[in-house]
């Protein structure tokens, strides 16, 4: 789950990093309001959950009160990479001497904690990466030593950060970002810019906080931050539903049972020259509930022209799954056409209840293949 830059600094600041006071404001009164209390200069910044904001022209410095309110209003309804503005945080303005980047998140390759600082902050890690690697330090953290000053050292001087006083300041607040990385069960914690002003104090100017789903449980607080609002209906429903669901960017829509499958259909899917437009995953199940609540979801999608729902029947038998596709159909109109692909346990049996009274619109196929390039004709 992303939080908004707000409420990732909320985090922040539960953890002792420094950050600048500020005010949610969600029309233009209320940022001129928070204007006011916050007095002097102030920053309109757009929450919304994606990045280049500030490029977008969804963060604007504000003279004061009238200004932020103009600046507000320039900023609501904004579309920043297809999310809409609705929502604005209203900060004390800092003055930047430098931009620094400083993030922490899991490198999945090595199983460890990876820190990333750099002094090439403002702009995005993949160009430093790509462009200047070596101003790049990289650091992992062993999760069974766990996280020791010394490496926050190593990392500093890789940076090749030599400012005495910045060095203090930025090992205290790589310390307190990992105890916020592992107590929120975070994916990733991002600070860019991580400033430091002309008085030499640095704060962190952004947050790019993602914590893991799965831990949610953990964090009611946390997950009483989702804003439900942030989601396309789809992921809504699928949330609300329990169905796993992902969105991609294609015309077929996805349906299979584990997540094995699932993937080699989306590769089945490619190879027969289609792309997908989702996926969702039955996990063992196929029951009629289960199978109306996924085509309930995939359907929602707007780029959805086929769906390719793609059995194998294990323990769960396909004549079973049949009958909850029938079922599922009986029960909701769904306009697109759609392939079924039934192998394995009862697949024949299966495939005859669905020849049989199945609609029009759906297409039974005996092969993964034969039945991702009929899906794929019959999105085109
Ligand atoms: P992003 O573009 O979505 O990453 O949004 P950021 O929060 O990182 O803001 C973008 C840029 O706006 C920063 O890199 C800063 O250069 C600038 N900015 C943000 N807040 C302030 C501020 O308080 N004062 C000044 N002078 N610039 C700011
Ligand atoms: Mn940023």
């Keep these: 789950m992303d939080l908004y830059e707000y409420q990732g600094k909320e985090l922040f600041r539960r953890f002792g990093i420094p ?10 009164a209320e ?5 006011e209390e916050l007095g002097g200069q102030v920053v309109v910044k757009a929450q919304v959950l994606t990045g280049g904001r500030g490029k977008a022209g969804g963060v604007k410095l504000a003279e004061g009160p009238d200004d932020a309110e103009r600046k507000a209003e320039e900023i609501i ?43 090439k902050g403002g702009i995005e890690i993949e160009q430093v990466a790509a462009e200047t ?44 970002l990992y105890e916020c990385f592992v ?9 860019n810019p991580l400033i430091v002003t002309p008085e030499g104090d640095l704060r962190a100017l952004d947050s790019k906080f993602t914590v893991d789903d799965n831990a949610l449980y ?35 829509g996805i349906l299979g049972n584990g997540a094995g499958l ?40 707007r780029q959805v022209r086929s769906i390719f729902f793609n059995i194998f029947g294990g323990i769960t038998r396909c004549d079973e799954v049949a009958r909850g596709i029938l079922q599922a159909l009986g029960e909701m109109e769904i306009g697109h056409p759609i392939v079924v692909r039934l192998d394995g346990t009862n697949a024949e049996e299966g495939r005859e209840i669905l020849a049989d009274a199945g609609p029009e619109n759906l297409h039974v196929e005996p092969t993964m293949l034969e039945g991702a390039k009929r899906a794929v004709e019959l999105a085109a």
């Excluded at 940022?31 to 204007?35: D, I, L, M, T």
């Excluded at 945080?89 to 820190?115: M, N, P, Q």
């Excluded at 209906?233 to 015309?251: F, N």
């Design 183 to 191: 107590a929120m069960d975070a994916m990733l914690c991002e600070v």
């Design 218 to 252: 953990k964090h009611p607080g946390v997950a009483e931050m989702r804003d439900p609002e942030a989601y396309p209906p789809e992921e809504r429903a699928a949330r609300e539903k329990g169905v796993t669901y992902v969105k991609l960017d294609g015309e077929v």
């Design 133 to 176: 690697p070596e101003k790049l330090a990289r650091l992992h953290v062993d999760p069974l030593e766990g996280y020791q000053p010394y490496q926050a050292r190593r990392l500093i001087y890789g940076a090749g950060i030599d400012d005495p006083n910045e060095q203090k300041q930025i090992l205290d607040i790589v310390g307190k």
């Design 31 to 35: 940022a001129r309001a928070a204007a």
């Design 262 to 301: 699932v993937m080699s259909t989306l590769d089945t899917i490619a190879l027969a020259g289609g792309r997908p437009a989702n996926f969702c995953d039955l996990g063992g199940g196929g029951d009629a509930q289960g199978v109306v609540d996924a085509l309930e979801v995939i359907s929602a999608d």
């Design 77 to 119: 309804g904004l579309d920043i990479n297809g999310h809409v503005v609705r929502k604005l945080w209203i900060e004390r303005a800092s003055e930047i001497a430098k931009e620094y980047y400083l993030s922490v998140t899991f490198d999945r390759g090595e199983k460890k904690v990876l820190f990333m600082l750099t002094t």
């Design 19 to 28: 950050t600048s006071e500020g005010r949610l404001a969600l029309t233009p």
